[in-house]
């Protein structure tokens, strides 16, 4: 896959000597969903004005939709859809004019932009709503209408900052499902920053997460999670002979620790091991008394390189959806 968005050691320092991006460097590949990760004030709004060519870089380069940003800014811009993390729509049009107005900006032949502004609506189920004023829309609704508004020119690629903030929980699943559906049913590179990482988890191809101004990672969510240990299984067995050794000669296991009866072993992709470890604790003639499996989420990636959980952040950000799709189960 070809690398639609590269960037080198980028670096941004603001005036007063802030290094609010601190060379960074990650890549990201055409058609894929990128999701940028990180704790307020980490430097994913000025990553992403630097790549859209609103802000300058101050050292380092980076290439957009295969056009150096600093020295082809208007290639890349022909390129790109936007949603800022601030105020995107103007509250005194409808939702058509706002669309209609995006249109004229790009300049999209009117005959042209009708149709697709018709069709974006459609695609977030906003036609009921197009002909009213914005200023009476439901939060979600305008987010929605953000979303098509930087779209009416047919990017190639996306930049979402923070595209469910301040959401409820059922609309942002709704956003989320809408920015899938860009990226797969419209080939759509998307580039996006966010704080629920359970969210990226889920629905991006790959992450970095980034911190002071510092890339701390970067790969899929999987890779990511398999870098800081893979997951933990927890056995609960009759007493016995230790089991120490038996675990630790299975493949895959990085680590094995042993409270009484009780094991915990971190081992990447637990379940493929599960059998082969009933299998050698049955044959040992010991039973199972509890069994627990925890898959490691992107939170526990993010404590694991910065020290310190994301949800500490005073970000105000409400996670009941966090905790509703933590991936613990019991067996
Ligand atoms: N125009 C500016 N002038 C000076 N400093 C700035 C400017 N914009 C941002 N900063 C500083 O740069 C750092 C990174 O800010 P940035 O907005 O990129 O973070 P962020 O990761 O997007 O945070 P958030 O999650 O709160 O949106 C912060 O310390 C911020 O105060
Ligand atoms: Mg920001």
């Not at 900052?161 to 559906?181: F, H, N, S």
């Amino acid at each position: 896959m070809s690398k639609i968005i590269e960037a080198e050691d980028l670096t941004k320092i603001y005036a007063g000597n802030l290094t609010a991006v601190d060379h960074v460097s990650f890549s990201v590949d055409e058609g894929t969903l990128f999701g940028f990760l990180g704790p307020n004030g980490a430097g994913k709004t000025t990553t992403i004005k630097m790549l859209t060519t609103l802000a300058s870089i101050t050292s380092g380069k980076a290439s957009v939709a295969y056009h150096d940003c600093a020295k082809e800014p208007n290639e890349v811009r022909k390129s790109i859809g936007i949603v800022p993390q601030d105020l995107a729509v103007d509250d005194d049009l409808t939702g058509i004019e706002n669309v209609m107005l995006a249109a004229k900006l790009y300049r999209v032949p009117e005959s042209i932009a009708r149709k697709r502004a018709e069709e974006l609506i459609n695609l977030v189920d906003l036609k009921d709503a197009s002909k009213r004023l914005v200023a009476t829309y439901s939060g979600g609704m305008r987010k929605r209408l953000e979303l098509i508004v930087g779209l009416i020119h047919q990017p190639r690629i996306f930049f979402l900052d923070e595209p469910t903030l301040g959401l409820d929980i059922q609309t942002r699943a709704v956003i989320w499902d809408y920015i899938k559906r860009l990226n797969k049913e419209h080939n759509l590179t998307i580039f996006m920053t966010t704080h629920y990482l359970e969210e990226a988890d889920s629905l991006c191809d790959s992450v970095a997460i980034i911190d002071h101004g510092k890339i701390r990672i970067s790969g899929s969510p999987s890779e990511l999670k398999e870098k800081v240990g893979g997951d933990v299984l927890e056995i609960d067995v009759t007493n016995g002979a230790s089991l120490t050794e038996f675990f630790r000669s299975i493949q895959g296991v990085k680590e094995v620790k042993q409270t009484g009866s009780k094991y915990r072993i971190k081992i990447p992709r637990a379940e493929e091991a599960l059998p082969t470890i009933f299998e050698g604790i049955s044959a040992k003639g010991l039973k199972i008394r509890e069994v627990s499996l925890n898959k490691p989420t992107l939170d526990e990636v993010f404590l694991e390189v910065t020290g310190r959980s994301l949800r500490d952040e005073p970000s105000g950000a409400e996670d009941s959806f966090q905790r509703m799709i933590t991936s613990r189960r019991r067996l």
